[in-house]
């Protein structure tokens, strides 16, 4: 393949990594919430080790692409001049998507523990540990939204209005992080669960922008 078929693949990674990542959730079905209690938390990871296993298989090949997408937004940042910004953002990108996976390799291990001699308040604790650790790096994924934000409104290397959307995305990521309660909107799986949709939707979105732009400049 041309090199620009290559940058044309990795710029609609993102995309594939949102498949990917879909198919892992599927997999994964409904589990348990913050709000649960340890014996239910238990319960859903002793019963369902192989739903939780081959969902984080998914997730790390959804993982995979989208380290090949943001490497292309990275350098398409540096080719618009923007090298200190790209240099944030890559770093962002790394260090959320690090705790993101910290998170999920957690919940996968339960479906080991669970099958031995293991209580179901020490179940619990490492769930509830994967849920801070997944609220806690909305913070970080600010560090990747913004810069993106700032390069895009500066240099349109991507449209204005998608940086205006970037920093909307960045802000709700920050104000996300202290959704912590057990239950009700404001946590986890409330506040935690919308960032969630507004990373999906600015992936796809920087994604299909990405995508356009190599597409008009191989033209």
């Known amino acids: 393949m041309s090199k620009n078929t290559w940058d044309r693949l990795a710029a609609a990674s993102g995309l594939i990594s949102l498949v990917l990542f879909f198919v892992g959730w599927l997999i994964y079905g409904k589990g348990p919430t913050v709000a649960d209690d340890p014996v239910t938390i238990?319960?859903?990871?002793?019963?369902?080790?192989?739903?939780?296993?081959?969902?984080m298989f998914a997730q790390g090949l959804?993982?995979?692409?989208?380290?090949?997408?943001?490497?292309?937004?990275?350098?398409?940042?540096?080719k618009a001049d923007e090298t200190l910004l790209a240099v944030a953002a890559g770093l962002g990108f790394a260090v959320a998507l690090a705790l993101g996976s910290a998170a999920t390799i957690m919940r996968s291990g339960l479906a080991f523990l669970s099958v031995g001699e293991v209580t179901a308040d020490?179940?619990?604790?490492?769930?509830?540990?994967?849920?801070?650790?997944?609220?806690?790096?909305?913070?970080?994924?600010?560090?990747?939204?913004?810069?993106?934000?700032?390069?895009?409104?500066?240099?349109?290397?991507?449209?204005?209005?998608?940086?205006?959307?970037?920093?909307?995305a960045?802000?709700?990521?920050?104000?996300?992080?202290?959704?912590?309660?057990?239950?009700?909107?404001?946590?986890?799986?409330?506040?935690?669960?919308?960032?969630?949709?507004?990373?999906?939707?600015?992936?796809?979105?920087?994604?299909i922008l990405l995508l356009k732009s190599k597409r008009e400049g191989a033209a």
Not at 42 to 54: C, E, S, T, Y
Not at 129 to 153: R, Y
């Open 170 to 207: 960045a802000l709700w990521a920050i104000a996300s992080t202290t959704a912590l309660d057990h239950s009700g909107f404001w946590s986890p799986h409330g506040a935690g669960f919308l960032n969630l949709v507004f990373y999906i939707v600015w992936v796809g979105g920087t994604s």
């Open 42 to 55: 238990l319960g859903f990871f002793a019963n369902n080790p192989n739903r939780v296993i081959w969902s």
């Open 122 to 168: 020490t179940v619990a604790v490492i769930f509830y540990l994967g849920s801070v650790i997944d609220t806690g790096q909305n913070m970080i994924s600010a560090g990747f939204f913004l810069p993106v934000a700032l390069a895009a409104l500066r240099t349109r290397f991507l449209p204005a209005w998608w940086g205006w959307v970037s920093i909307v």
């Open 62 to 78: 959804g993982s995979l692409a989208l380290i090949w997408f943001m490497s292309a937004l990275v350098m398409a940042m540096h």
